[in-house]
Structures are given as C-alpha cells and as structure tokens.
C-alpha cells in the first residue's frame, strides 16, 4: 500500500514537474523490492515507461540515449531478464516510448516556432501600417499647422513692431484686440502640433523590446530619437534649441515601465517648451544617463504673460501633465522639480533606474 501511494502521488505530480517526478518514479519503481514481491513482478513496468517517455519528452536527445543506452546495458549485464522474457522486445519497448516522447517534443517546439514567426509576421506588419499611417499624418497635418504658426506669430510680432509701438507711443484698441486674437489662434495651432505628433509619437514608438536589452543600448536609441525628433519640430517653429544626452559611467537598462516614463516625460517637457516658452528663444535641455539613474534638465526664458506666474508647476499652464509626472515619479522614488524664476524655466527630474532581470526568456516573454 506504502509503495502503491508514492506510486500514485508521483504520478499525479509529474505533470507539474516533469522531470523531477519522473527521477522519482524510476526511483520508487526500482526501490520496490524493499517493501513488497509485489513490484518485482511486470507491474512496474507501465511506470517505468512512463517515467522514461516523459524524460524524453521534457529534457533533450542526450538524456533520452543515456537511458536507452542504461537501459540495455541493465537488461543485458546487470540484471537479466527471466526464461520468459525476450529481451529484444523489452529493448524495442523502451526505445519506442524514448522515440515518442522526443517526437512530442520536437511537434511542440516546431510548432511553436511556427506560431511566434506567424506572430512576428504578424507584428511587423502591423509596425509597418502604423508608420504608413503616421508618415501620412505627419505629411497632411504637420506641414499646415507649422506653416499656420508662422503666419499667426508674424502677425504678433508686426503689431509689436509697428511704428507707434517702436516709437514708444500706445498701440491702438484694434491692433491690441487683433494682436490677442493671432495669439490665442497660435497656441491654438501649437496645441493641435503638439497633439498631433503625440499621436504620430505613440503610432511609431515601440518600447517592447527595451526588457531583452541588458546593455541598456534600446534605451538611449529611444531617447535619442525622441530628442532628435522633438529638437527638428522646435527647430521648425523657429526656437534655438540646444540638446544633450550623455552617458556617464553606462547607459542603464531600464524596465519597459521606467523607460515609457522616461520617455512620456521627456515628449511632455518637448510639447510645453512648443506652447509656454518664449518664440525664437533658446532653450536647453539635458538628458544624463548613468548605470542606476537618468537626470533630466531643462532651462527656457517663459512667454511675457506667463513670466509673472508664481514658481509653482501645478500652477503654471501646462503644469498638469507635469504635476501627473511627479507623482508618477515620486512612487518610483524620483523627483521633479520645477520653478520660474525671472522670466526663466527651469526643471530637473531625477528616475532612478533598476537593472532588469536578464535571465533566458525575458526578452520572448515580454514580445509574447
């Protein structure tokens, strides 16, 4: 009854683990002597073949010739089998159920190399309609709104720049009211830019594969091209930018949590400079990778009506998204910081960055 229960508890558990059971019902099933005549006889056998078909099937080529190989050398020298028993076709037994289990295996590994090409397949084109589709976007939409921006800050700056207002005289109630409205109709445009290449961003960035990349080399190509990206678009609405991103010590490789956060923030931080920094001013901006963390740094002169806001970032216009950033931040213990002072913008964002896992597998689990 002993040798029957760890028979069947075996048994029950091996789906779970394989090859550890498996060692273990050989085990008992050789052990059977000690606890009854009863497992000398053929009534082990179906578990023997179990255990083996299963081994097979779970581990690799090697251990399935080194049991067959084990096995023949124990029915031919070390024990016998009786008067009754052929040993060939005991032999062609063990062979068949060693042959069916590494046949299993092999169906299931091709077909799931079938299944992740049908899957990558699958992704690339999808990648490859979504840049269709952003390239589209950019060239109906884009081109426009910029061209708009820059026929409404023109007309701003001419009623700045008109006779009476270089000669220190008043500016009339129409060209004050006209002023305001080619004004509001800019941050009108500035605001549709920027949501549109927020959309253009999220069809073309594809942050899947930043987990598999132990040397953090995914990630700071991601920035570098948000940075190239953002640094042509201020370019194009006429603002002097100045960006870098340095590497001190090692690039970190970062989560594909952190890095979405990284780079949401640093596209955040390119979309308010485009609507609350000063037109045609410089700006700089920083991006520093070390091994455990990325610092951000952004320095801009702010437009003339909102210079005078306090040094609050939730209070300023825009400062929502950034107020979501740094609680977003603070509950991965970084900061951000943010203040105005004399007409100038100045923000810092500290994320400290945990190495990912690099064990076999990580990168095809998280494509899956």
């Not at 048994?11 to 052990?31: C, D, G, N, R, W």
């Not at 740094?326 to 509950?331: A, C, D, F, P, Y």
């Amino acid at each position: 009854m002993v040798w029957i229960a760890m028979l069947v508890a075996a048994l029950v558990v091996s789906p779970l683990f394989p090859k550890s059971m498996s060692v273990a019902i050989i085990v008992i099933a050789y052990a059977g002597d000690l606890f009854t005549s009863y497992a000398s006889s053929g009534n082990s056998l179906p578990t023997h073949l179990y255990a083996y078909g299963l081994l097979a099937y779970s581990t690799n080529v090697i251990i399935a010739a080194a049991l067959f190989t084990y096995y023949i050398a124990t029915i031919l020298l070390i024990s016998p089998p009786g008067p009754g028993t052929n040993p060939v076709s005991m032999i062609s037994m063990y062979a068949m159920v060693l042959l069916l289990g590494r046949a299993l295996s092999w169906s299931e590994k091709t077909t799931r190399k079938r299944f992740e090409a049908a899957q990558n397949k699958n992704r690339l084109q999808e990648l490859e309609s979504r840049a269709r589709i952003a390239d589209a976007i950019h060239d109906a939409v884009t081109g426009d709104l910029s061209a708009a921006a820059f026929v409404a800050q023109r007309h701003v700056a001419g009623v700045s720049g008109s006779p009476s207002a270089a000669a220190g005289g008043p500016v009339s109630a129409a060209d004050a009211a006209d002023a305001e409205d080619w004004r509001q109709i800019n941050e009108y445009i500035l605001f549709a830019l920027t949501n549109v290449h927020r959309v253009i961003d999220e069809l073309n960035m594809d942050a899947t594969v930043l987990p598999g990349d132990a040397d953090g080399e995914a990630l700071a190509n991601l920035l570098r091209a948000t940075m190239n990206d953002g640094d042509r678009r201020l370019r194009k609405l006429g603002f002097e930018i100045t960006s870098i991103r340095h590497c001190a010590g090692g690039k970190p490789s970062a989560s594909r949590e952190t890095a979405e956060l990284v780079n949401n923030l640093l596209r955040e931080i390119y979309a308010n400079i485009a609507r609350h920094a000063a037109p045609g001013s410089k700006v700089d901006l920083s991006v520093m990778l070390r091994p455990n963390a990325i610092e951000i740094t952004q320095i801009n002169p702010m437009k003339e009506r909102i210079a005078g806001a306090d040094g609050h970032d939730n209070e300023l216009p825009g400062g929502h998204g950034l107020a979501s950033f740094k609680k977003q931040l603070e509950s991965h213990q970084g900061t951000l910081t943010a203040s105005a002072q004399d007409g100038s913008w100045t923000l810092f964002a500290y994320i400290p960055v945990t190495v990912i896992d690099d064990s076999p597998g990580l990168f095809e689990q998280v494509q899956a």
